[in-house]
C-alpha cells in the first residue's frame, strides 16, 4: 500500500503546523512523510491475535513510596524562626496572580 502525499497534503500541514517550506522543502517532505506512513501501514500487516493487551511492561505493581514521618527534631517554631513574613503558623509571600 503506497500512502503518496500530494504536494496540497503537505502545503496544508505545514500551514497548520505554521511553518514555511520552499519547493524544495515539500518535495522532501512528501518523500520523507509518505515513507513514514508506508512503513506505519506495514504495522497493521503484523499477526497480534495471541498478544495479550497490556497497559504496561515492566509488571510493576506500583513505583511509589509510602510516605512515612521523620522526626527530624526541629518543632514548627524552630523553622518558623527564620521565616521573614508571616501570619501565625502561615508564612506570607508576595501576591503572583491578579484577580480579574
Not at 20 to 32: A, G
Not at 62 to 86: A, C, F, H, Q
Amino acid at each position: 500500500m503506497s500512502n503518496n502525499l500530494s504536494s496540497s497534503d503537505i502545503l496544508k500541514l505545514a500551514k497548520l503546523s505554521k511553518l514555511v517550506l520552499s519547493d524544495e522543502e515539500v518535495i522532501e517532505m512528501q518523500k520523507e512523510l509518505s515513507q513514514i506512513l508506508d512503513f506505519v501501514s506495514k504495522l497493521s500487516e503484523a499477526d497480534v491475535k495471541d498478544i495479550k493487551p497490556t497497559d504496561q511492561v515492566t509488571n510493576l505493581t506500583t513505583v511509589l513510596r509510602s510516605d512515612k514521618n521523620i522526626d527530624y527534631g526541629y518543632g514548627l517554631e524552630d523553622l518558623m524562626k527564620n521565616v521573614p513574613n508571616r501570619d501565625n503558623d502561615f508564612i506570607k509571600v508576595p501576591r503572583m496572580l491578579q484577580e480579574s
